[in-house]
C-alpha cells in the first residue's frame, strides 16, 4: 500500500505498526483488516471535492464523493467482474472440445456482448450504501492520522456575533443585486465559506432565518431593491423542489413585487439521471404543492442532496445562471422564463464554464 | 515668509476661486489651494520643505544619498539613478503590497530607503537633512452630522461639478477647432465629464476599443459622443501594441503600475497628443470619491464576517483588489516575505477601516479608496503616462474640492439601495441619455486572458520563466501552472494576474538589470 504522504510502497509486513517506514507517519487505514480505503484513495477523493485544494467542501460533500466512490467500485467489481468471468467458461470449454481458437474467440465474444447487453438493459438501483455514521467512523481515523483536511468547513460552535448595531443600521440603506436563498444552512454555510456572496454582491440565505447573525439585516436590505434577483438553491426533496414558489408568492416574501426567482436547484429530473447519488427515504409531497404526479411519487421514495454534486462544479453553475440571467436581462428577454429552472446539473456533468474568461480579464478599476 | 524657492516641481494648482496662482506666494498656505501639485523648497533656516497635493494628482518621492543627503523626485526611478535608496535593495513590504494591489499604497515604495510623500503633508527635514516633521496642512473632512436635504446636495454637488470642470478647461484653444480632448469610456463618470465640458467647449472624445473579436463599450461611448456633439476617436489596442510599447509604459510609470489598462492608456494620450491637445480630461474618481461599486463586496464581507475573527475585514479589504494575496504561498518562496510582513500589510488596513472621523462604514471605505487607489494607483498612472506623451491629465473627480464634497455627502446618498452612485447619477441626469445613467458599471475589461493563451503566450513565457522564474524567491512551478492554464480555484484570474507579474518583472529589469 502507497503512503500518501512520501509515495513509498509499503509492504503489509513493513506497515504492521500502523505507520510508514519511510516517512513514519502514520496509515489511517488498513484495507487488510477491513477498512473500505487506502489512505492514498482518501487522499484522491479529498483532492477531488477540494479541487486540488482550490475550493472548501463540507462533510457532506466528502461522504457523496467517498460513498460514490465505494459504490461504484463495489458495483463494478460485482456487475462486470463475476459474469465476465463466468461468462468465460463456455467457450472455454468449448475451444477445449473443439480445439477451435475461431470458434472460441467467437464465443467469447457472443458472451461479452451478452453482459454488457444485460448491463445495458439493468435499471441501476437507486440509493447510496454507505450509511453517514460509517462515513464519519473512517472520517475520525483520517483525521487522528492526518489533521482536519484544509478546505474542510466546519460549522462555528455557537452563532457567530452579529455586527455592531450601527453597523447593522447603516447596513440596511443599502442593498445588493441578487440574492440566493438555500433550503439548508450547510448549503449557505458552504457558498459563504467559498466566499460567494463576496465574488458575486450576493446575498446568501435560508427563508428561516440563517445566519441568524446576519439574517434580521439581510432581509431588511432585500427590500431595499426592487430589482432584485433571487435564486433558489436545493436538494431534490418535496420542500427544497417547491422553495422557488412559496418566496415568489409568499406576501412575506416577493408575492406581488415584481422580482424575479429563478430556481437553480435540483429537481427529480436531475435526480433520476443520478440514481447511486440518491437516498432512498420515503418523504410527504403534497398534492397541493404545484408538483406533478410523476415528481411527487419520485421525492416520496429518494431523495437527491446538493452535496453529491462537486462542489467546484456546484458554485460554477450558479456563476453560470446569475451570468445568464444578467444577460437575459440586458437583452430585454423576459425573466420569467427562468423560473422553472434554466440549470442543467449532473454528477458527471462538464467543467468548462464560460463565465470565467470573463472574469479573468482585468482593468475594470480604472479609466473612468 | 519663504525667501528662496528650490524648486517647483509640478504645478497645476489653482486658488479657490478658480484663478491660477504663483506657487510661491501660497507654499505657506497650501491647504488654501485646490488642483495638483507637487512642490519642494527651502526656508531661510536651511529647512527643506516637501508636499504633494492632499488628493495625490502629482507624485513626488524622497530617499537620502549615501551622505546622508534628502533626494527627491517626481519619478523613482530618477531617484533612483541620482543614488537615493539602500543599495537599491527590494522592500519586502513593498514587494507584498505591489503583489496584493497591483500598486504600492501610502508611503512605502518598492525600493528599501525611498518613501513617496504622502499627499496633503508637509515634510520638514532641517538644514542637517534630519526628519522628517510632518506638517498636515489638508484633512479629508469627517462627514457632518446635520445633512442638508438631497435636494440641496444635489444642488451644491452640480453646482460644485460645473464649476470643477470648467476650472480645468485647458486656459484657450487647446486642439484643433478649439476643442478639449476627453478620454471617454461609456460609464457615468467619462460621460459626464464630457457632457458638461461640452456645454463649455467643442469637445474631442477618445475611446479604446479592443477589435471586433473582443467585448468594448463602444456602443456606449458613441452614444454620448452623438449626444454630446463630440468629435469621436477610437483608439484600437492590438496585441502587438503590447510588445512593442510594454517596456517604454512601465518606465515611464516610474513605480510599477500592474493595471492591465496602463497600454491602452498610453495609446490614448499618444493619440490625443497626435491630435494636437495639451490636455485630457477623464472620468477618475467616481468610484472611489462617490460610492462605485467595488464597495458592494466589502459591505457583504461584513455584514456576514465573524467579528471576533481577526484582521477579517483586512483580509476582505486586500483580496477584493483581486491580485495575488490568496497565491502568495504557490508564488513565492517561504523565506521571501514572512508572516510578519503580511501581518503589516494587514495593520496598515487596520487604521482607515475604524478611522473614528466617519462614523459610516462606507465613508471609511471610500476614504481608504481614496488614499490608496487614488492617491497610490489610479492618479500616477494617468499622470506618468500623460507626461509620457507630452499631455495633461485633469481628473475633476479627483479634484479636491469634490473630494472634499464627496465626504459631507450622506453615505445613504452614495449608495442607495443597490444604485451606486446615486446622487452623483441624479446631480447630472439632465446632461445625458437614460442609457447611460441607468446602465450597470461594467468597466473597461481588457483582454488579458485570451491575448495570453493566444498571441502574448510566448512574450508572457519569455519575461516569466526566463526571467522572474530565476530570481531569488519567485517559484518556477507556480509560474507554469499559471502560464499553462494549469490554475486551479473558482476564479483563477490568470490574465491579470500575468500583466501583474510581468509589469514586476519588466520594472525589475530597467531598475536592477539595466540601471542606467
Same mark, same amino acid.
Not at chain 2, 459591505?299 to 475585514?313: C, H, I, K, R, T
Not at chain 2, 491580485?323 to 517561504?334: A, G, I, S, V, Y
Given at each position: 500500500m502507497k503512503c500518501s504522504r512520501c509515495e513509498h510502497e509499503a509492504k503489509y509486513a513493513e506497515r504492521r505498526g500502523g505507520t510508514c517506514p519511510k516517512c513514519q507517519g502514520k496509515f489511517a487505514f488498513e484495507p487488510r483488516t477491513g477498512d473500505p480505503f487506502t489512505d492514498v484513495q482518501w487522499q484522491n477523493a479529498l483532492d477531488w471535492v477540494s479541487s486540488d485544494g482550490a475550493v472548501r467542501f463540507t462533510l457532506s460533500q466528502l461522504h457523496h464523493a467517498l460513498a460514490h466512490r465505494r459504490s461504484l467500485s463495489t458495483s463494478s467489481r460485482v456487475a462486470l467482474f463475476w459474469p465476465l468471468v463466468v461468462g468465460q467458461v463456455p467457450p472455454l470449454l468449448l475451444f477445449l472440445a473443439t480445439e477451435s481458437a475461431a470458434l472460441g474467440a467467437w464465443a467469447s465474444a457472443l458472451s461479452l456482448g451478452l453482459v454488457l447487453l444485460f448491463r445495458a438493459l439493468t435499471k441501476p438501483s437507486f440509493g447510496l450504501k454507505w450509511s453517514r455514521e460509517d462515513f464519519e467512523k473512517e472520517q475520525k481515523k483520517w483525521v487522528n492520522a492526518h489533521g482536519k483536511p484544509p478546505m474542510l468547513i466546519v460549522p462555528k460552535k455557537g452563532p457567530a456575533r452579529p455586527a455592531p448595531t450601527k453597523l447593522a443600521d447603516e447596513l440596511t440603506s443599502y442593498s445588493f443585486d441578487r440574492a440566493v436563498f438555500c433550503d439548508r444552512p450547510e448549503t449557505v454555510d458552504f457558498l459563504l465559506a467559498n466566499d460567494f456572496h463576496f465574488e458575486n454582491n450576493c446575498a446568501v440565505l435560508t427563508a428561516d432565518g440563517y445566519p441568524p447573525h446576519a439574517f434580521p439585516t439581510v432581509r431588511k436590505m432585500l427590500t431595499q431593491n426592487p430589482r432584485l434577483e433571487v435564486f433558489v438553491l436545493h436538494d431534490a426533496t418535496p420542500l427544497g423542489c417547491t422553495l422557488a414558489s412559496r418566496l415568489r408568492e409568499s406576501p412575506g416574501w416577493f408575492g406581488g413585487s415584481v422580482v424575479t426567482v429563478t430556481d437553480v436547484g435540483l429537481r427529480p429530473v436531475h435526480a433520476m439521471k443520478a440514481p447511486s447519488s440518491c437516498w432512498d427515504e420515503p418523504d410527504y409531497a403534497d398534492a397541493q404543492s404545484g408538483l406533478s404526479k410523476k415528481d411527487r411519487d419520485f421525492l416520496g421514495k429518494h431523495r437527491m442532496e446538493l452535496a453529491a454534486l462537486r462542489p467546484e462544479q456546484l458554485i460554477k453553475r450558479l456563476f453560470r445562471a446569475m451570468s445568464s440571467a444578467k444577460s437575459d436581462s440586458s437583452t430585454g428577454a423576459d425573466p420569467t422564463t427562468g423560473s422553472t429552472g434554466g440549470t442543467d446539473f449532473g454528477p458527471d456533468g462538464d467543467d468548462s464554464f464560460g463565465a470565467d474568461a470573463e472574469s479573468s480579464d482585468g482593468g475594470a478599476d480604472s479609466f473612468g | 515668509m519663504v525667501e528662496r524657492l528650490v524648486r517647483l516641481i509640478e504645478s497645476d494648482g489653482c486658488a479657490r476661486d478658480g484663478t491660477t496662482v504663483n506657487m510661491v506666494d501660497h507654499l505657506g498656505d497650501l491647504g488654501g489651494l485646490d488642483g495638483a501639485y507637487a512642490v519642494a523648497w527651502e526656508e531661510t533656516d536651511g529647512s527643506l520643505h516637501l508636499a504633494r497635493d492632499p488628493v495625490g494628482a502629482r507624485s513626488l518621492y524622497w530617499g537620502r544619498a549615501n551622505d546622508g543627503r534628502v533626494l527627491y523626485s517626481t519619478r523613482l526611478i530618477d531617484l533612483l539613478r541620482a543614488g537615493a535608496g539602500h543599495s537599491r535593495e527590494?522592500?519586502?513590504?513593498?514587494?507584498?503590497?505591489?503583489?496584493?494591489?497591483?500598486?504600492?499604497? @501610502?508611503?512605502?515604495? *518598492?525600493? /528599501?530607503?525611498?518613501? $513617496?510623500?504622502?499627499?496633503?503633508?508637509?515634510?520638514?527635514?532641517?538644514?542637517?537633512?534630519?526628519?522628517?516633521?510632518?506638517?498636515?496642512?489638508?484633512?479629508?473632512?469627517?462627514?457632518?452630522?446635520?445633512?442638508?436635504?438631497? $435636494?440641496?446636495?444635489?444642488?451644491?454637488?452640480?453646482?460644485?461639478?460645473?464649476?470643477?470642470?470648467?476650472?480645468?478647461?485647458?486656459?484657450?484653444?487647446? +486642439?484643433?477647432?478649439? $476643442?478639449?480632448?476627453?478620454? *471617454?469610456? @461609456?460609464?457615468?463618470?467619462?460621460? *459626464?465629464?464630457?457632457? !458638461? $465640458?461640452?456645454?463649455?467647449?467643442?469637445?474631442?472624445?477618445?475611446?479604446?476599443?479592443?477589435?471586433?473579436?473582443?467585448?468594448?463599450?463602444?456602443?456606449?461611448?458613441?452614444?454620448?459622443?452623438?449626444?454630446? +456633439?463630440?468629435?469621436?476617436?477610437?483608439?484600437?489596442?492590438?496585441?502587438?501594441?503590447? *510588445?512593442? /510599447?510594454?517596456?517604454?509604459?512601465? +518606465?515611464?510609470?516610474?513605480?510599477?503600475?500592474?493595471?492591465?489598462?496602463?497600454?491602452?492608456? &498610453?495609446?490614448?494620450?499618444?493619440?490625443?497628443?497626435?491630435?494636437?491637445? /495639451?490636455?485630457?480630461?477623464?472620468?477618475? %474618481?467616481?468610484?472611489?470619491?462617490? @460610492?462605485?461599486?467595488?464597495?458592494?463586496?466589502?459591505?457583504?464581507?461584513?455584514?456576514?464576517?465573524?467579528? &471576533?475573527?481577526?484582521?477579517?475585514?483586512? /483580509?476582505?479589504?486586500?483580496?477584493?483588489?483581486?491580485?495575488?494575496?490568496?497565491?502568495?504561498?504557490?508564488?513565492?518562496?517561504? %523565506?521571501?516575505?514572512?508572516?510578519?510582513?503580511? !501581518?503589516?500589510?494587514?495593520?496598515?488596513?487596520?487604521?482607515?477601516?475604524?478611522?473614528?472621523?466617519?462614523?459610516?462604514?462606507?465613508?471609511?471605505?471610500?476614504?481608504?479608496?481614496?488614499?490608496?487607489?487614488?492617491?497610490?494607483?489610479?492618479?500616477?498612472?494617468?499622470?506618468?503616462?500623460?507626461a509620457k506623451n507630452g499631455v495633461l491629465a485633469r481628473s475633476p473627480l479627483f479634484d479636491w474640492a469634490l473630494v472634499r464634497l464627496a465626504f459631507e455627502l450622506p453615505p445613504e446618498l452614495k449608495r442607495s439601495g443597490s444604485i451606486e452612485k446615486y446622487l452623483l447619477k441624479e446631480a447630472i441626469r439632465d446632461t445625458l441619455p437614460e442609457r447611460i445613467i441607468e446602465r450597470p458599471k461594467s468597466g473597461m475589461m481588457v483582454p488579458v486572458e485570451a491575448w495570453f493563451q493566444g498571441p502574448l503566450r510566448a512574450f508572457a513565457r519569455e519575461r516569466l520563466l526566463d526571467g522572474l522564474a530565476h530570481r531569488p524567491g519567485f517559484r518556477r512551478p507556480y509560474l507554469e501552472a499559471l502560464l499553462d492554464k494549469r490554475l486551479t480555484g473558482l476564479r483563477p484570474r490568470r490574465g491579470v494576474k500575468i500583466w501583474l507579474l510581468l509589469t514586476l518583472e519588466s520594472w525589475l529589469r530597467q531598475v536592477y538589470d539595466s540601471p542606467s
Open positions: - | 527590494l522592500d519586502s513590504g513593498g514587494l507584498l503590497a505591489f503583489l496584493t494591489t497591483a500598486y504600492v499604497p @501610502g508611503e512605502r515604495t *518598492l525600493v /528599501r530607503g525611498v518613501s $513617496a510623500v504622502p499627499p496633503g503633508v508637509e515634510l520638514i527635514f532641517d538644514r542637517d537633512g534630519r526628519g522628517p516633521l510632518r506638517r498636515p496642512f489638508a484633512l479629508m473632512p469627517a462627514s457632518p452630522s446635520i445633512y442638508e436635504s438631497e $435636494a440641496r446636495l444635489r444642488e451644491r454637488l452640480r453646482c460644485t461639478l460645473e464649476q470643477t470642470v470648467e476650472r480645468l478647461l485647458p486656459h484657450g484653444p487647446d +486642439g484643433p477647432d478649439g $476643442a478639449v480632448a476627453a478620454s *471617454l469610456s @461609456g460609464g457615468i463618470d467619462s460621460s *459626464l465629464v464630457v457632457a !458638461l $465640458a461640452a456645454r463649455r467647449r467643442p469637445v474631442h472624445t477618445l475611446s479604446i476599443t479592443f477589435g471586433p473579436e473582443h467585448r468594448d463599450e463602444v456602443e456606449f461611448s458613441a452614444l454620448v459622443a452623438r449626444h454630446c +456633439g463630440a468629435t469621436h476617436e477610437v483608439v484600437v489596442v492590438r496585441p502587438e501594441d503590447i *510588445l512593442t /510599447r510594454f517596456d517604454a509604459t512601465v +518606465g515611464a510609470l516610474s513605480e510599477p503600475n500592474g493595471d492591465p489598462l496602463t497600454v491602452p492608456n &498610453d495609446l490614448l494620450f499618444e493619440a490625443a497628443a497626435r491630435s494636437g491637445h /495639451r490636455v485630457v480630461l477623464n472620468g477618475e %474618481g467616481g468610484d472611489p470619491c462617490f @460610492g462605485g461599486p467595488k464597495n458592494a463586496p466589502l459591505l457583504l464581507s461584513e455584514l456576514y464576517g465573524d467579528p &471576533d475573527e481577526p484582521f477579517a475585514g483586512e /483580509r476582505a479589504y486586500l483580496r477584493s483588489h483581486q491580485k495575488l494575496w490568496d497565491d502568495l504561498d504557490h508564488l513565492l518562496e517561504p %523565506g521571501l516575505i514572512g508572516e510578519a510582513e503580511r !501581518l503589516s500589510l494587514l495593520s496598515i488596513v487596520t487604521p482607515g477601516l475604524c478611522d473614528p472621523r466617519w462614523p459610516s462604514f462606507l465613508d471609511r471605505l471610500m476614504a481608504m479608496n481614496v488614499a490608496w487607489k487614488g492617491a497610490g494607483h489610479i492618479l500616477p498612472k494617468v499622470e506618468h503616462l500623460a
